[in-house]
């Protein structure tokens, strides 16, 4: 009996020893799984990396249009073709190859290219590799009819721009790769994405882009997509980019464009009323479809390469002095600073002598001349003279050279010179306007005076403007006082257009200085230096200039606005190396100005827009460069 | 007739229906772990969960025809039963087809049977009946021989059939063993054994990867041969209680290991594992001695556990490399974390535990898990099958699973005990091992913390053999344990 019942005790303290056992299991894993599940969040990601697959979606990019609503730029589809080597059972191979127009060498060769792990790291049989990128939508459609054919094919949509005409590729800019310092700059932008890279495109990026979206879909462990995460609930859908309407009169640019053939140089023209930007001519020019899709970085290269130099947005990037455009200006400052008035003449013999001996030469023309006779046939001693008072006699008014140079820097810096405007285009340049310090530097202080800087009187020497500047300067002048920034922008989709370019900058200076010179410059049109210009029928205002070249031929500088009486265009055109302003630029002027105004050429002038458009204007050195 | 209308109410309802859940779930899991998005129906034959459909109807029949065959059946049949089934697993060697490198699968047309699943059911009646004998006593070495000889015999085998996870279920009957009277010394010293392996396996071959500080060289020895001297001590406490000898061998070892260190920290070409070897070869010296004086076995084999743990320790490394196979040697390296290999060997348990992670407290939701749905875990519907539960149901629900599976294991052994059969009893603690064994394994190895073995998890896993060879080991049970009343089953 006690043996009995000593086994029993036995047996059940094996039992309760089994028992433990089993529970010991199921705390282990339990430990186990609080251990991987609750306290440990690292697996989340980890899933989550494996089995989403965030899709881009991309928004439509914005259109554009120009100021007559017509669309400029749009979107086109293009294709690329996509193999998954998986599923190529029974494959049509020549048949593919005809289709796409390739050889079978070509094929072999492209399929060799996607299996190298080292050119194309991401290879996986079960995936979808680019084939041929880009194909055109004729060929997408030869190959829709026949993809039964073949298995494995498919085709990925990609948006490329589309420009309904050759022109205006400066202003409106191109599309390009993201780099990788804008990925680092902007986390909105991944590899491949693209981005306004230039002109219109840069600058409104933002407003044309959208905001992109996301597909949320679940990827196989072979890389196959099985649908969409909770069918489709935590996607996001993209936003079109807005679309835009630009200032530009298309039809007028691709006129500027026309003119501007086989020459280098720019044209600007502005609306003064609102500092809408009409015309942004900057020659030579390209296509922009040239840098669109597949053949895009072999183009630019190329354009890269031109020694013409057809990506230099010239007018606003390219400095030259402004020449005679530039007497305005001072005709302007000297008036309102009481130094000169529409009375005041001064004699010209050929020139001015800033001493005995040295003389800043001019041309031939009556003498003495008042204030509009000076703007009428630009002379050059008139402002010559006109500076030589300001700085050099007023000495009791401002107290030296130094202060009235400062006084006259304001007014300048103030009509938009010296710094860039702050138009809505990147890469702009401001010019060049001295500071008192810069010459002191040079000259030393109180060294220097009007006869030492007398060059800037007419607008050469330090000074440099950028074209648009002095279109700007043109509509200053139409609107009497005020300008806006000149901006390319007109409308912004369901959005305004930045303050800046609303906001009215007044000039301080009297209304009547601005008759003398518009009166001056209805003179130089009707029958002074810009005479060849003159349209039947249009009182217009202008003023030539020539821009002095140390590398060549002097460039040609035509600057006014249209007509006298409520201004509509405010125009600058400079053509390169072309001499005396009078040659080429005016006619150009005068005929941008017939076309935006009245629509058409009248016929008796059609002879100059023929010879202006066939003309051309090679880059050559001056004669003691040559050598 | 009576004992007919007496059957179903004699039946183990809690069990029947325990199992009737667990296959439940099962079918649900594997339902959502082959849930295709764009084919989501039910009864789709060509798909694992639509032929599961009638693996379980098929298996359901199984258990009702179990039931009405009368319970002296299973004795009566037992030993026939186990040699013809060690034949047909000899035969299997060389009828099966190679498949993955294992011999062990027979097919019969479109059916494929695995003869090993079958082998357990054998050999645990064989064992129920054999051990249920009177005159066996599992305290006698010839008995206990016996009774080892009947559960390795058909593990040789299946070895031999390259199934070596199969094979290991075998040894889940020395719990059996122990619950009839086995000494549980040997199972202490099993569990030993699997310590010290795994210690000389991590801690001697550190990879540098591993290592962040400056650890002795053959660190597992020194862990191997502490632990021997610490657990000698605590025999000695035990089976002794003489305190001169527990002094005098604590003062020895003290003075060696004091010795060691300092002089390891001074000289660095001695290093800490000669003392270590020292320790232990003193101890059993010493031991020897004490017990030749004191004329007693026990010291005797107390220095004879130093010996076995030092030839253990020694082997380890050569058993490894030798008698592993190279796809076993590095589930044991990347579980032991000796070997990182995300991609290759490591994938499956990498991705498991991705699944099983990412579940977190309250699960994805039914259907929504994406591991398992998007095929990131391999055998997502057979061996991996609790992933899909993890990652669905998360914490919560994996937990209140593995609750269910312990309560049914737990029933089992209330089952068993309760019975007056010695046969039934020990046939319920026979496949209480099987359960637990495959549950421990297979949850182990997805949740990472035992090396990769394919078995499945007992009614939860896709697949027809194991769900028949489940059902039938554990309706054989409630079948007995329906005429538990019947005192005169055998003995």
């Known amino acids: ?627 | 007739m009576r004992r007919n209308e007496n059957i179903l109410k004699m039946l183990d309802w809690w069990t029947i229906g325990l199992y009737l859940v667990l296959i439940f779930i099962g079918w649900c899991t594997i339902y959502a772990a082959c849930y295709d998005y764009d084919n989501a129906e039910i009864f789709n034959f060509s798909a694992n969960h639509g032929k599961q459909i009638i693996w379980i109807s098929t298996a359901l029949i199984l258990g009702a025809i179990i039931l009405t065959i009368d319970s002296k059946f299973y004795s009566n049949i037992a030993y026939l039963f186990y040699v013809l089934m060690i034949i047909l697993l000899i035969a299997t060697i060389f009828l099966a087809t190679d498949t993955k490198g294992s011999h062990s699968w027979l097919n019969f047309g479109a059916f494929k049977i695995q003869p090993a699943e079958f082998a357990k059911y054998a050999t645990c009646l064989c064992l129920s009946a054999f051990l249920s004998k009177s005159q066996i006593d599992l305290r006698r070495n010839k008995d206990l021989m016996l009774a080892m000889g009947i559960i390795l015999l058909p593990a040789l085998i299946i070895i031999a059939q390259s199934e070596t996870g199969s094979a290991l279920v075998f040894f889940s009957f020395f719990i059996l063993l122990f619950r009839e009277g086995m000494n549980g010394m040997i199972l202490i010293l099993g569990v030993f054994a699997i310590v010290f392996f795994i210690l000389v396996l991590r801690y001697n071959n550190l990879p540098d990867a591993v290592v962040g500080v400056d650890v002795p060289e053959l660190l597992g020895f020194i862990l191997v041969f502490a632990i021997a001297v610490i657990t000698a001590l605590i025999f000695l406490r035990i089976y002794t209680k003489d305190k001169t000898c527990m002094l005098t061998f604590l003062g020895i070892n003290i003075g060696i290991y004091a010795v060691g260190i300092i002089l390891a920290n001074f000289i660095p070409a001695v290093k800490t594992w000669y003392f270590a070897a020292l320790s232990i070869g003193v101890s059993i010296i010493f031991l020897f001695i004490w017990g030749m004086v004191m004329h007693r076995q026990t010291y005797l084999l107390i220095s004879a556990f130093l010996m076995f743990s030092i030839a253990l320790s020694g082997s380890a490394d050569y058993a490894f490399n030798k008698i592993l196979a190279p796809h076993q040697q590095i589930r044991i390296k990347i579980v032991l974390g000796l070997e990182d290999d995300p991609q290759g060997a490591g994938y499956n348990v990498r991705q498991s535990q991705i699944a099983i992670g990412s579940g977190g407290l309250t699960g994805k939701g039914y259907l929504n898990g994406t591991q398992t749905k998007l095929n990131y875990v391999p055998e997502q519907d057979t061996d991996f099958i609790f992933c899909t539960i993890a990652e669905e149901w998360g914490f919560i629900g994996s937990t209140l699973f593995i609750i269910i599976y312990a309560t049914l294991m737990l029933r089992l052994i209330f089952l068993a005990e309760r019975q007056r059969s010695a046969f039934s009893r020990i046939y319920g603690y026979g496949i209480l091992c099987i359960f637990l064994f495959h549950f421990f394994i297979n949850l182990g190895m997805v949740t990472g913390i035992t090396p990769v073995i394919g078995i499945p998890l007992p009614l939860i896993s896709y697949g027809g053999s194991s769900l028949w060879g489940f059902t039938l080991l554990l309706f054989t049970f409630i079948r007995l344990d329906a005429n538990r009343m019947e005192v005169l089953q055998a003995r």
């Open chain 1, 1 to 627: 009996m006690n043996q009995y019942r000593r086994k029993h005790q036995d047996s059940h303290a094996r039992q309760i020893i089994i028992v433990l056992v089993v529970l010991l299991c199921a705390l282990i894993f339990i430990t186990r799984l609080f251990f991987l599940q609750v306290l440990n969040d690292s697996y989340k990601d980890n899933a989550d990396s494996n089995a989403f697959l965030k899709k881009t979606i991309y928004p439509a990019r914005g259109l554009i249009y120009d100021r007559n609503n017509n669309l400029i730029v749009s979107n086109q589809p293009v294709y690329d073709v996509m193999l998954i080597m998986r599923e190529m059972v029974d494959f049509d191979t020549l048949g593919f190859c005809n289709t796409l127009n390739i050889t079978k060498a070509e094929f072999d060769d492209r399929i060799k290219d996607i299996k190298n792990k080292r050119k194309n790291p991401g290879y996986s049989r079960y995936t979808p590799q680019v084939f041929m990128s880009q194909i055109s939508t004729s060929s997408y459609g030869l190959l829709q009819e026949k993809m039964f054919r073949f298995p494995g094919v498919l085709t990925q949509q990609r948006v490329l721009r589309k420009y309904s005409m050759p022109h205006g590729a400066h202003a409106l800019g191109n599309v390009g790769e993201v780099s990788q310092k804008q990925i680092d700059e902007d986390s909105y932008y991944v590899r491949g994405d693209y981005k306004g890279q230039s002109g219109v495109e840069k600058t409104y990026e933002n407003e044309l882009r959208g905001e992109k979206g996301v597909e949320i879909l679940l990827r196989d462990v072979h890389g196959r997509i099985k649908g969409k995460y909770m069918d489709g609930a935590k996607d996001i859908n993209p936003v079109s980019g807005k679309n835009l309407t630009m200032g530009l009169d298309m039809e007028l640019q691709r006129y500027g464009e026309l003119l501007m053939n086989g020459k280098m140089g720019s044209i600007v023209a502005i609306e003064p009323s609102t500092g809408e930007i009409l015309a942004l001519v900057s020659s030579p020019s390209y296509d922009p479809a040239l840098l669109v899709g597949r053949e895009r970085s072999a183009n630019y290269a190329r354009l890269l390469k031109d020694k013409k130099r057809p990506l230099f947005d010239r007018p606003v990037m390219a400095q030259y002095p402004p020449g005679s455009t530039f007497k305005l200006v001072q005709a302007l400052i000297f008036q309102e600073e009481g130094i000169i008035n529409a009375n005041t003449a001064f004699p010209c013999k050929r020139g001015y002598y800033y001493t005995k001996t040295r003389k800043m030469g001019c041309h031939e023309h009556k003498s003495p001349l008042d204030l509009a006779g000076s703007i009428q046939h630009s002379c050059n001693a008139y402002y010559g003279y006109a500076l030589r008072d300001f700085l050099d006699l007023n000495l009791d008014k401002y107290g030296s050279t130094d202060n009235a140079y400062n006084v006259w820097r304001n007014y300048v810096m103030s009509m938009g010179f010296g710094l860039p405007l702050g138009i809505d285009f990147p890469n702009e340049k401001g010019g060049t306007i001295y500071k008192s310090t810069t010459y002191d530097k040079i000259y030393g202080k109180n060294r220097w005076k009007s006869s030492t800087i007398i060059s800037t009187s007419i607008g050469q020497g330090e000074i440099l403007a950028t074209p648009i500047q002095i279109a700007n300067l043109a509509a200053l002048i139409a609107n009497k006082g005020y300008f806006y920034t000149p901006h390319i922008i007109k409308k912004i989709e369901g959005g305004e257009i930045d303050e800046k370019y609303r906001t009215k900058h007044v000039v301080d200076i009297k209304e009547k200085h601005f008759d003398v010179v518009q009166y001056g410059m209805e003179l130089a049109v009707k029958k002074g230096t810009a005479r060849f210009g003159q349209i039947d029928s249009l009182v217009f205002c202008g003023k030539t200039g020539t821009a002095q070249n140390p590398h060549g031929e002097d460039h040609s500088i035509f600057m006014g606005f249209a007509p006298k009486e409520n201004p509509q265009i405010a125009i600058a055109v400079y053509v390169e190396n072309s001499g005396f302003g009078a040659t080429w630029a005016v006619p150009i002027a005068s005929l941008m100005i017939e076309k935006y105004l009245h629509g058409s050429i009248s016929a008796k002038r059609l002879h100059i827009e023929k010879r202006m458009m066939e003309s051309v204007i090679e880059p050559k050195a001056k004669e003691s460069e040559k050598k």
